[in-house]
Each structure stands twice: as structure tokens, then as C-alpha cells.
């Protein structure tokens, strides 16, 4: 008999589990619980086996043997309670609920207080994208990433299923509390939406009207998740509020201290800034966020049709298996550089061998 796992709310990451269940043909039978628009287009999708609005609690609930909470924080918050308000129709059998919130203290005080035979886990899959809605979900997504997870006292490690669900999406999973969770991620997160978002609403008139198009990588890197929806982010600023604003406070009073030197007679001390940015920056690159290292090759390719797959076509006929690929930089009409990643050293390597047999400039990016 499969596994039940039961997705309730479908959104970008619920939809990304399923296809990659689905996709991998994984003796896990996948249930989507959402609204009825959404279920409409996870159905044209194939994207589940069965279908439920969130009402239907009578006929998700049962037989369930993991639940995913994927919905915003106080959707998420208001199905413990549906959860607990129903724990009878369990009748008797164990089932493991976790969640994918982005804030953890509200969630598991409230998710660990659910009875038995329910238990809870509290989730965050460091994985994600300012985009939204299933039809941007991608079955990679949660690849070589991390899941923070919260056990609750009773239970000293992750339960089978979902270990196994990790292991399957390509997650490295890392025990957190939920208080260290949730300072930490003010810092990393939650304040740093919150500067893009003010770097995004604070150009001067002049330049958003006449000089926008100007903008350099630098500005479009830094506030690419400006982009991101105000309706899961206000959940996770009002849940965090106390953390985010204190690490907002902190930039807020970096930022000033910048500007004094840049304005003052300590111009110089800029430099000390400069250099201690470098190595967090530095250090950051060299873990990536990632689970384990991917061993990157740039490779230096002509501009014309075709010249890419003239690049992977070796690797592929030795079966070397490609992580990660970015095409960095083109000039129209001489050439660009690939950016290629493999999980080990020797794939690398090999990589390298073949693609400057074909008379591609290929190096170790390091």
C-alpha cells in the first residue's frame, strides 16, 4: 500500500513536492487540499492522485500518514486547530505533521500541543523563489539545500517518513530550536527583505522615471526580492516581528555609521568595512547555503547557435552529471562564459578533460 502524503495548500513549494514525487514515479500517493481554483489547475497538471478543498477535512484526514502544512503562517496556524478539532477521525493511526513556515515559534507551540496519535514537527525548507503559484513549481527546487526542523521534547529524532521525504527532494536536513530559528532568520531573511524592499521604494522620482534602465547587476541583484508577495510576507514580519525589527535597527545602525565615514573626516575607516564585507562575503560563497560542496568549471564558449550543446554534449555521452548551470555573461558576436557545477572533484575534472578536447577554455572556478 503507498504512503499518504497529504500537501494542504498548494502553493509554489507544495507544488514542487509533488511533481517530484510524481515525476520519479515514488510509491508515495500525493493529496492536494486547497481552494477550488487551485485544485482546478493542479488537476490539468497531473499534479496529484486525489483532490480536496480545505472544508473536505473529513475525507483528507483520514489515512493520512504524513501531513505538510505549505500554506501562509496563519493559514498554517488556523490547520493545527481544524487538526486538533478533529484528531478522532485518525481513528487511532499515527500521523506525522510538519510544515513549511518561515517563522517557527507561534507554529510549534501551537503544532507540538496537538494530541495524539498526532506528531508534530516544525519544518523550514530553505528553498524558495519570489515567484508564486504552482505553475512556477520545479521538481529541483529543494535540491542540495537545507530544512531546519523542530522536534518537540517528546521525540528525539526526525520520523521515518519525512526523513525519507527529505532524503528523496535532496535536503540536508539541520536541527534547530524554535527561538534560535527565528533570531536567526530576522538576520538572514526576514531584515533583509525588508532593505531590498526600501532600496526598491526609495529611488529619488527623477531616477525611476528617467534612469531605471541604468541599473547595473549590483541593483538588480540586490533587490531582486522586492519582487516578493506582501501576502506570505506579511505573516512572516508579524509572527517575527520583535527579532526582525531588531536586526533591521542593527543595518539601520551599520548603515549610518557608513555614511558618517563617508561624509566625515574618518574616510578612510571605510576600507575596515570594505575588507570585513569581503570575507563574509567570501565565507558565504564558499558554503553556499548549500548541503555539501558542488565543484564548479567555467568554461569560455563562442557566440553562435548551437554552441552550448557542443559544450554538454561530451559530458553527457560520459555520463557526467551536471548539478547546476548558469550561463554568467554573453557579448553579442564573441562569447559568454558557462558556468558548470558537479557534485564531485573527479567529475569536475573529467568535465574539464573533455570540454578542452572539443577546444573550450575550461577552468576550476575558485
Known sequence: ???RITLVGFGLLAGSIAIAIKSASQHIAVRAVSSKGTLQKAKDLSMADDFFEYEEVQNWLPGSDLILLCGPIKHI???IDVLKNNAELLGGKKAVVSDIGSTKELICEKGFDLPEPFVFVGGHPMAGSE???IENSDLSIFENTYWLYCLPDKIKELPELLKELLSFLGNQPVQISPQEHDSAMA????????ISTSMATGLCLDVIENRLHLAGRGFRDMTRIAGSSWSMWKDILETNRQNATKALAAYAEKILEIKNELSGEQFEKLEDNFL???KTRYDLERGKNLAYPL???IAQIPDKPGSILEALNPLAE???NIRDIELMKVREGIGGTLLLAFKTENDAKTAIELLEA????AKRRV
Open 318 to 320: 560520459k555520463n557526467i
Open 295 to 297: 565543484y564548479e568549471v
Open 276 to 278: 570585513r564585507g569581503n
Open 358 to 361: 572539443k577546444g573550450i577554455y
Open 1 to 3: 500500500m503507498k504512503a
Open 131 to 133: 515567484k508564486s503559484g
Open 77 to 79: 496556524l488556523s490547520t
Open 187 to 194: 538576520w538572514l531573511s526576514h531584515a533583509p527583505q525588508l
